[in-house]
């Protein structure tokens, strides 16, 4: 009879585990990340693996992760040990991500970096708040290093600083920045007046950039944030080498391979192995609410500082920028930049600032970086 017994407990583990209210609200999550991902076209690359990653490690008495009462891992835990857990997988994406990047626009316009310094703002007021509300230093500063609006960095600095927080700060951040069409036309708008958001930037002749300057800038890049935060090596090191393959004219077919196979093929695993750590016990806290409200308000500042330096920098220009430019600053490239284009072309069809829009966006992906990497170095300091 207890053989029985034992045959029918584990036939029906999964069965008498769905009588958890948790596990159901778990499905729920991630069926909304799939839709979101799916219906709604936000980041579908990310937000799909992720629900479906946190379904999978949600089924009660599953073998996904680690089998109930111990044993050997599930595949979404071998793929967490070495991609996750050694800060692998963002590192990979960071070298596709720089393949992908075209820096000609920061290299003719250097000042565009200020635009992407003042639209990191969120990252400071954030971690500040954080702090009020009773997070630790070194949990703080890795809740505003969302406002870098890049996922791949939140691993790279959570992994580092704030391992219990993991999940919800890679979901935030990821599902923040799919949300940048719909967090940022508002905040925009409230900043702006009409008349501002028609100033007109127009097309520039683009001046040639030399293949030695677009070869040398990255090396130049790493340099100064290697040796101003040397911490920060891995991650800036990894997209500027992306970069170097794509300029250097003579690795076309790796170049080829990290924007294409290398990145599909990391940010399938590394959706799928995030979402796997959306568990009850990770998710359903107060500290999550927190860290979701935290996260929104490093977007908006993020979104405010940005528009309000392009702002102040108009009471000294003669020829005024449209300070709309300002919230392309953050990280999510070429999202924002495309976004704030729109915006002017809704205000006046005739008015194109996608030129400058991307400029300063591809500065904001630099930035981002940047900011990791003086965050990562703060930490150990000041925590």
Known sequence: ???????????????????????????????????????????????????????????????????????????????????????????????AVGAMCDFTPLIRAPYVMLFAAAAHFGIFAAALLAAMVGFPFNEAASIGIIGAADGPTTIFVAQKFATNLLAPLTVTAFCYMSLVPIIQPPIVKLMTTKHERRIRMGFKEEKPVSWTAKFLFPFMVVLFAGILAPISVPLIGALMFGNMLKV????????????????????????????????????????????????????????????????????????????????????????????????????????????HAMGVNVAGQVASVVAGGLVLALIPVLG
């Open 1 to 95: 009879m207890a053989n029985w017994e034992s045959v029918l407990e584990e036939l029906f583990t999964g069965v008498m585990g769905m009588q958890d209210p948790t596990v159901w609200i778990m499905f729920l999550i991630g069926g909304l990340l799939i839709w979101l991902g799916v219906k709604k076209d936000y980041e579908p690359m990310l937000l799909f693996p992720m629900g479906v990653g946190c379904i999978l490690a949600n089924i009660p008495g599953h073998f996904a992760v680690i089998p109930t009462g111990g044993g050997e891992p599930g595949f979404l835990t071998v793929l967490y040990n070495a991609g996750i857990a050694n800060e692998l997988f963002p590192v990979l994406i960071f070298i």
């Open 248 to 355: 250097s004219g003579v690795c076309d077919s790796l170049s080829n391979a990290a924007q294409n196979e290398l990145s599909n093929l990391v940010t399938l695993f590394l959706g799928i192995t995030v979402g796997a750590t959306m568990t009850a016990e990770n998710i359903l806290t107060f500290d999550v609410l927190k860290i979701l409200a935290l996260g929104a308000v490093a977007f908006v500042f993020d979104t405010v500082g940005g528009v309000l330096f392009a702002k102040i920098a108009n009471l000294f220009l003669k020829k005024k920028i449209n300070p709309m430019i300002g919230a392309c600053g953050i990280s999510a490239f070429p999202m924002s930049g495309r976004v704030i284009a729109k915006m002017a072309l809704k205000e006046d069809p005739t008015n194109y600032i996608i030129q």
